[in-house]
């Protein structure tokens, strides 16, 4: 599985940015995506993932009420909109996936197989 990410950029507090990331591959199965994101001095924490079959989401608290994750089956894309950014969002976002990812596991961004290039999300205060 190939992942291409894309959508990343600088913008203000509040402002929204929507993150695309394409699959290559199959995504059949126990198939998920997400997004990875790690800002500089911290700790990776991923920051949403949906289930392909099913739908079946997770989100970070921190997400929560802010940002959705969606996915497009039949073009193999997910996508992350994020809305009201603040300077905490600022990171390197990566696209992530794995073909056999149980629902319990959606939170672990170590049990993703699978990484894309990763893009830079910056928020001005």
């Known amino acids: 599985v190939q992942l291409q990410a894309s959508g990343g950029g600088l913008v203000q507090a509040g402002d929204s940015l929507r993150l695309s990331c394409a699959a290559s591959g199959r995504t059949d199965g126990s198939y998920a995506m997400g997004w990875v994101r790690q800002a500089p001095g911290k700790e990776r924490e991923i920051v949403a993932a949906?289930?392909?079959?099913?739908?079946?989401?997770y989100y970070i608290d921190s997400a929560k009420g802010r940002f959705t994750i969606s996915r497009d089956s039949a073009k193999k894309t997910v996508y992350l909109q994020m809305n009201n950014l603040g300077p905490e969002d600022t990171a390197v976002y990566y696209c992530?996936?794995?073909?056999?990812?149980?629902?319990?596991?959606?939170?672990?961004?170590?049990?993703?197989?699978?990484w894309g290039q990763g893009t830079q999300v910056t928020v001005s205060s």
């Open positions: 949906i289930r392909w079959r099913g739908g079946s989401t």
């Open positions: 992530v996936a794995d073909n056999a990812m149980i629902l319990s596991s959606m939170g672990t961004w170590s049990m993703y197989k699978f």
